[in-house]
C-alpha cells in the first residue's frame, strides 16, 4: 500500500492536509473535535469526499465550535440532514452531537479533551479504541486509529524522508515523546 506521502503532494485537496495538518500535533479543541468529527463522517466513504465537504462541514457545524455543537437539538439535527453540502447521515449527525456534548465534559472530569488524551497515552491501538468506544459514539477501530494518527498520537503518518515528517519532528508529537503499542 502506498504511503499517503506518495500521492497526496501536489494534489488540491491532499497536499494542502498533508503538508500542513496530518500528522500534526494540536491541542486546539476545536481542531481535536473537528478532526473526530470528520473521521466518523469519513467511515465507509473516502477521505477525498471528506476534503471536498470540509468546508460544507465547517459551515454547517459552526465552525466546530464544542458549545455550539452541543446545543444541537432536533432543528438543528433537520437541518443538517438536508443540507447537500455535507455528509447527511443521521448516526454520524447525531454522534457528532453526542460527541460535543462528551468533550464537554471532558472539561470537568479530565481539563478537556487534549488532556484527557495526554492522560491516556501512550497506550496500545487496541486499547485507544475500547477507550474512545466506551467514550464517544461511532468510533471504531478505523476512525480512532485515523484520529490518533492525525494529530501524532500514533507513528506512521509520514515516510522519514518526507518534508511533513521534518516539520513534525521538529513539533515532537506525543508518539515521539513516549513509546505507544
Sequence with gaps: ?????????????????HDREYGFPSRDETVLF???SLEIFQAGLSWLTVLKKRAAFSAAFDGFVVDSVARYG???TKRLLADAGIIRNRLKIEAVIANAK????????????????DAHHPRPKD????????????TGGE????????LGYLPGTHRP?????KRIERLQP????????
Design 1 to 17: 500500500m502506498p504511503w499517503y506521502c506518495d500521492i497526496a503532494p501536489g494534489d488540491p485537496w491532499h497536499g494542502p492536509y
Design 34 to 36: 473537528e478532526r473526530l
Design 74 to 76: 432536533a432543528r438543528e
Design 102 to 117: 462528551r468533550v464537554q465534559a471532558l472539561r470537568a472530569e479530565a481539563g478537556g479533551f487534549a488532556a484527557w488524551l
Design 127 to 138: 486499547d485507544w479504541v475500547r477507550l474512545f468506544r466506551e467514550t464517544f459514539r461511532f
Design 143 to 150: 476512525i480512532t486509529g485515523e484520529f490518533l494518527l492525525s
Design 161 to 165: 524522508d518526507c518534508p511533513a515528517f
Design 174 to 181: 506525543p508518539w515521539m515523546r513516549a513509546p505507544s503499542g
